[in-house]
């Protein structure tokens, strides 16, 4: 194990947090290998969006590139330079707009750009002339979402452009679904048909498809008939479903453990309120635990009187308001002791307490309880 924290005089072991993220890279992989096998021959775009889903981006990068992802997906230039500088060779596609003077830090760091209007477009063929180089982008079809991307209804513009281009390769075209979480794939379903529809641009010239990809976690699971050339699984790899009505047709385990430890027991006499506000009390003496977590970990405060934790194997609530740094649990007549583990999500091996779970009580969807979890909580991998 190490932590991807590091402070500059004192050891990860002296310093790490009691609360920690713990990454097992074994069922990250498992996860990558499963999803492979469902969609079979299909190129994998593994997403790595916000720091991996908060599994840490160079490590879950380093992992796939071992794994033989044939792409890894990111949502801005920066995290796309990191991976270079971190010696990530593979090729990487930064799935966000582009703006400004961004466009020749893409090319000297051999990032491929999303390509989402002609302007754009001829945009990066002349600064990749100037620089005597040759850039890599992926066009951008928008079929529904309303994002970025050409419309579906213009975008033979934007191919006929691109047959003018002379310092540039469409290596890949792409799309992206509004509403492929749900059972009801009725709009997916047009926007895949929009799409089809748009690449029949390549058989009417008698050209060669670029990389063709449109699903994600939800439609990967529910929609073979979109994989296309390349999948990009995000949430799913980490081992989480994008919700639980649709059919969990690939198995994959969460890959991550939020823990904690125990570090301060009392007991709180009968009507005495807990925590800020004063928004909870017992009728009886109760046992207590604070464990050193709160919303500036990224554990939600929405989540207040509803969240529970696991303490040996056994589920407990969370009393009063979740606070910056601190929570508090009641353990009503049990025991507990300083240093006792903690689990906020994730299995003690019988007992789970799942991300899904925590967006429930938060009020919101599993991507965000993960990509919320703050960089102060450091990151510890099981290899
Ligand atoms: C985030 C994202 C994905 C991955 O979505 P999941 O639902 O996490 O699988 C795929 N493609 C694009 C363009 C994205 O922004």
């Known amino acids: 194990m190490n932590s991807s924290i590091n402070h500059p005089t004192i050891s990860t072991e002296e310093i790490i947090r009691p609360t920690r993220l713990e990454i097992d890279l074994n069922i990250l992989a498992e ?4 999803i492979k096998k469902h969609v079979a021959n299909t190129k994998m775009m593994p997403i790595l969006k916000a720091n991996g889903y908060g ?5 879950v990068a380093q992992l796939m590139q071992k794994l033989g992802a044939d792409y890894i997906g990111v949502a801005v230039l920066e995290e796309g330079i990191l991976l270079r500088e971190q010696g990530v060779n593979i090729p990487i596609l930064v799935l966000g707009g582009i703006w400004g003077n961004q466009i020749p830090h893409f090319l000297k760091h051999d990032l491929t750009i999303t390509a989402s209007s002609i302007e754009k477009l001829n945009q990066i063929d002349e600064l990749a002339g100037q620089m005597k180089l040759k850039a890599k982008v992926h066009l951008k079809i928008d079929t529904g979402l309303e994002r970025i991307g050409v419309h579906y209804y213009s975008a033979e513009k934007l191919l006929e452009a691109t ?32 799409f089809m529809e748009v690449l029949q641009f390549y058989e009417k010239h008698s050209l060669q498809f670029p990389i063709r990809h449109i699903s994600k976690s939800g439609s ?24 639980q009505e649709i059919p969990h047709t690939v198995k994959v385990k969460p890959a991550s453990t939020w823990k904690s430890l125990v570090v301060y027991f009392k007991v709180i006499k009968a009507n005495h309120p807990v925590g800020y506000g004063l928004t909870w009390q017992s009728d009886h003496d109760v046992r207590s635990i604070t464990v050193p977590v709160g919303y500036g970990d990224g554990y939600f405060r929405s989540m207040s009187h509803k969240a529970e934790v696991l303490l040996n194997g056994k589920r407990y609530p969370v009393i009063g308001r979740i606070s910056m740094d601190q929570i508090v649990v009641n353990i009503e007549k049990d025991s507990a002791y300083n240093g006792d583990e903690v689990i906020l999500f994730g299995s ?36």
Request: include cysteine.
């Open 31 to 34: 996860n990558y290998r499963q």
């Open 220 to 243: 990967i699971l529910q929609m073979p008939e979109a994989n296309l050339d390349m999948v990009r699984p995000g949430l799913l790899l980490y081992g989480v479903y994008p919700s």
């Open 163 to 194: 047959l003018k281009c002379r310092n540039l390769e469409v290596e890949g075209i792409f799309s992206h679904f509004a509403n492929s979480d749900n059972l009801e794939l009725n709009f997916t379903r047009l926007q895949l048909e929009r």
């Open 55 to 59: 599994h840490g981006l160079v490590r």
């Open 348 to 383: 003690d091996g019988e007992n789970i307490i799942t991300v899904e779970e925590l967006a429930d009580w938060a009020g919101t969807i599993p991507y965000e309880i993960l990509t919320n979890i703050n960089t102060r909580v450091p990151r510890v991998y099981i290899e």
